[in-house]
Nanobody, 121 residues
């Protein structure tokens, strides 16, 4: 069982930056692929970024070049650095975890409670 707790959301002006953090419980965090999803009002939940246990990353086209996912296995924490934020980035952001990357990309086993990010124009 893995518990995920996100932090770092908030209100920021367009062009600004935020860093989301996700603290995970459990002693085998380093084995898990981690990801960030987001859901805007009235829209489907979208996969934003993933990072494998080995550190390989992948991003949605909409955030490439602006967002960076990283992990610190010593702290059981995954981060999402968000730069050059746009109003369309406004959403609830969810941290996710799964032992299998393929499942993480489709239907992750573990979800955090979500953190709101609002970008004003």
């Amino acid at each position: 069982q893995v518990q995920l707790v996100e932090s770092g959301g908030g209100l920021v002006q367009a062009g600004g930056s935020l860093r989301l953090s996700c603290a995970a419980s459990g002693s085998i965090f380093w084995l898990y692929a981690m990801g960030w999803y987001r859901q805007a009002p009235g829209k489907l939940r979208d996969l934003v970024a993933t990072i494998t246990a080995g550190g390989s990353t992948n991003y949605a086209d909409s955030v490439k070049g602006r967002f960076t996912i990283s992990r610190d296995n010593a702290k059981n924490t995954v981060y999402l650095q968000m730069n050059s934020l746009k109003p369309e980035d406004t959403a609830v952001y969810y941290c996710t975890a799964d032992l299998q990357l393929s499942r993480l990309r489709d239907s992750p086993s573990y979800w955090g409670q979500g953190t709101q990010v609002t970008v004003s124009s």
